[in-house]
Structure formats: C-alpha cells, structure tokens
C-alpha cells in the first residue's frame, strides 16, 4: 500500500494492478474480434466483461476515497476532480480518432472518404464532452455513440454513475444500498438469461435498447463496488496479486458457454461473474500486500498504464480492422504478427499518452484548480 494524494488513506496498488491486467486483455480482444465468424467463437470470448469490472473497481475506489470526507468535498469538487482524472485522455483519444479517421477506409468502412470534414470535427468536439452522438451522426457506420473511438461509451455511462454517486445515492444507509444492490444485479441477471444474443454485450448506442443495457451494466456493478467498500474490512490473504489477477484471466478469456442451443447458459455465466466473482476479485484484491519491489513496481507500472492504454488502443485497432477486412479469409495465425504489432503499438502510444500528455496536463489543471479554489476562498 502506498499513502493517497489526497490524504491519510492507503493506495491498493494491486488493484491498480489488476485494472491494467483487465485493460490489457482488452486490447487481445479488440484484436481478435474481426478475425472471429461470430461471438461464439472469439478466442478472448468474454473480454468485454472487463468494463464491468472496471465499473466494480471504480465504485469500491470511489467510495473507499470519497465516502467519509464528504464534510471536505463538495459535489462541485468531486465533479471537477473526476474530470480532472478521465478527461484529458477523452480529448486525446478523440483527437486521435479524427487525425486517423480517412486512413481507415477500408472494405467494411467504404464511405469513410465520403464523410465532410466538417462533419467529423463536428463529431470530434462533440466526443469531447462525451455527450452521445445521434445515428445521423455516425460517421462510420457501427452505429456507436462515439465513432472516432469506440470505447467512449463506457466513459459516458461511467460519469452517469458518478454523477448518481455524488447527487444523492452516496446518502444511502449500507441497508438501504444493499437493497439496491440487489435489485440492480436481479435486473442484470434478468438481462443476461434473457437477452437473445445470451451475453450482457451492449451500451454503445443512443437508442433506448442500448441506453437501457448501458445502465443495466453500470448499476450492479458500480453500486456494488462501493458497498463493498463500506462492509469490507482488511484482512491477508497471501499471493493476493497472483490469485485474483488470474481470476481476471481466467473470466475474460473463457470459451463461450452453451454453444447456439443454450444461449441462457452464457448470460447465466455472466452474470455469476459480475455478481459474484468481481466482487470477489476486488476483496482479494484489497486483502493482499505487495511482497517485493518488483511486485510494486509491476502493479504501480500497469495501473498507471490502464487507462492510457483503454482510452487510446482502439485508435490503432481501428486500423488493425481496416486490414483485416481487406484480406477477407484471413486466419489467426496469419493475422497474429500484424496483432502483435498493433498490441505493441498500442502499449507503445498509452506509454507516451501518459508520460508526455496526460501526467502533464493533469498536474496543471490540479494547479489550475486549486488557484481557483484558493482565490475564491480570498
């Protein structure tokens, strides 16, 4: 554990380093999703339950560091501080969406070129705020909410909770939570048992089926978070790091589950593990210490890259798509010296986005911040 910026409370580094494990495991994904005929067989099969977890890493964070200083943090100041900690890799991300944007038309992009620079700057600034685009928006043709970098979605539904967490749930008796808790992962068990595609996919358009499973993915697993951050007391447990960063593993890249026949049996998986697993994970996870320096310095290394490396890798995926779809037929293992590439490109520009752009700009909008803060309590 390590001392938080902004106070006496200890930092869980090894969930910091269990979110870069999620982060990365992304990225493969990402990666192998074009070269797969159907959600059925993707090799990294559930790798898009990791926003979820990370909805789950970020209630438990967000209640541990908020929940009791609330005499010392206004909502003004909490909003500001989220937007201090997420946007600037918003801006970057988008930004380098649009700069790429005309170099991925490609056979499953083919009217990119057709698309009025206007328009796409007009999308650009609009991604910045992370307010959704409309469908007649959608410059690319994937109906997303954000097109220039497709994993904007969870970032607007991640505000979402955070604004509901500020606004008022952060009141609510551990009792009263609970109870929402419940009701929110009844919710998400129902979704995913029932939904026809039989898994909890879904959130990154701006209709009401889409806006209806972004909440339902969002609600559980946040609110759940922060319950267990205020019911969770420290404890030991040994190889903490190693345990639940295999857990992580061993979710996200299991084979789907009960074929075209069973559909419910995949949901029902699901849900097990954003109900019950995560929570698990994130307990293991808060239970352990960091044994050696190496270990602190792995867990410091993927923690401070997670982020970096989710706001900005589908940038280059984007094009790493582009290729596949022109080289229709391609296998895994034809593909996977370009994945390679692409996976270290990626990991390449998250390092640079974090040392070069986001450290920076996010150390002087603290100054910025606190300028402001202490010329209006002159």
């Not at 902004?6 to 994904?29: E, M, N, S």
């Not at 909008?365 to 002159?378: C, D, G, N, P």
Request: contains cysteine; hydrophobic residues 50%.
């Amino acid at each position: 554990m390590s001392q938080d910026k902004l106070g006496t409370k200890p930092h869980y580094q090894l969930l910091d380093g269990l979110r870069g494990v999620a982060a990365i495991i992304v990225v493969f994904f990402h990666l192998a999703e074009p070269l797969a005929s159907s959600r059925l067989d993707n090799v990294v099969n559930h790798g898009y339950l990791a926003v979820d977890f990370f909805f789950l890493l970020s209630g438990f964070v967000i209640g541990y560091a908020y929940d009791d200083r609330w005499d010392k943090v206004t909502v003004g100041g909490f909003l500001l501080r989220r937007i201090e900690r997420l946007q600037p890799l918003v801006v970057l991300g988008m930004t380098l969406g649009a700069i790429g944007f005309y170099f991925t038309d490609s056979t499953i992009w083919p009217l990119i070129h057709t698309v009025p620079v206007w328009k796409l700057i007009v999308v650009m600034l609009i991604g910045y705020t992370l307010i959704p685009v409309p469908l007649s928006m959608d410059i690319r043709g994937w109906q997303e909410m954000h097109p220039l970098n497709s994993v904007g979605w969870s970032l607007f539904f991640e505000y979402i909770a955070n604004i509901l967490y500020a606004l008022g749930l952060r009141k609510l008796s551990n009792k009263v939570l609970a109870y929402f808790v419940v009701l929110s992962g009844a919710l998400l068990l129902h979704f995913a048992v029932t939904n026809p595609n039989g898994d909890v996919t879904g959130g990154w358009t701006l209709n009401a089926e889409h806006m209806r499973i972004g909440i339902t993915r969002t609600l559980f697993p946040f609110f759940a978070g922060l319950l267990l951050s205020r019911v969770w007391r420290p404890t030991y447990i040994k190889n903490a790091f190693l345990w639940s960063a295999l857990l992580v593993a061993i979710v996200l890249l299991m084979p789907r589950i009960g074929g075209t026949d069973h559909l419910w049996m995949n949901g029902l998986y699901e849900a097990f593990c954003i109900i019950f697993v995560f929570p698990l994970i994130v307990y293991i996870g808060a239970s352990g210490v960091v044994h050696t320096q190496k270990e602190v310095k792995l867990c410091q290394f993927l923690g401070k890259l997670s982020y970096p490396l989710y706001m900005t890798h589908y940038v280059l995926v984007y094009f790493y798509v582009a290729w596949v779809s022109n080289h229709k037929g391609i296998t895994l293992e034809q593909a996977w010296p370009y994945a390679l590439l692409t996976f270290s490109g990626a990991i390449g520009l998250a390092y640079v986005s974090l040392t070069w752009y986001d450290e920076p700009v996010r150390a002087w909008l603290r100054r910025k911040m606190t300028i402001k803060k202490r010329s209006v309590l002159l």
